[in-house]
């Protein structure tokens, strides 16, 4: 699916964070549908445009509850909850750099630092 994709809106395989993130923000016949139609006959920071908006608007339908929630989630699967969180797939290179694994630590400092903050912005201060 994402090689169509890709090949369709003519992303090289070397834009490796584009296509990291249409694999991870892209999951419906739906959003392939919408990101093929917006981006057609664009270039590749049209994707990235149209990614950046799309990441916002999973952030804003996905954010937690309150903290409550999001610790009792990282407790069960810090990875999913941590991508939820930032809407972002997160490899072990990217966990290696959060020094703290203290899920109320974290959840206050994503909010102090507004809710579209990406993983790294976060591990830089978490």
């Known amino acids: ?7 369709e809106l ?25 990101l093929k139609d917006v ?12 990614l950046i908006e799309k990441r916002k608007q999973k952030v804003s339908s996905n954010k937690f509850i309150n903290i ?3 610790v009792c989630r990282y407790n069960v699967d810090p990875i999913g909850t941590l991508e939820r969180l930032c809407q972002e797939r997160l490899d ?6 959060l020094k703290s694994n ?4 974290i959840y206050k400092i994503h909010n102090s630092r507004g809710a ?6 976060l591990a830089l201060f978490a």
């Open 1 to 7: 699916m994402i090689e169509e994709i890709i090949g």
């Open 10 to 34: 003519g992303i090289t395989s070397h834009a490796t964070n584009v296509i990291d993130a249409i694999s991870f923000l892209i999951t419906t016949t739906e959003d392939i549908a919408e």
């Open 39 to 50: 981006c057609r006959h664009g270039d590749v920071q049209s994707v990235n445009i149209y």
């Open 68 to 70: 409550e929630e999001f």
């Open 92 to 97: 072990s290179n990217k966990l290696s750099k």
């Open 102 to 105: 203290d899920p109320v630590r």
């Open 116 to 121: 579209y903050t990406r993983f790294m912005e």
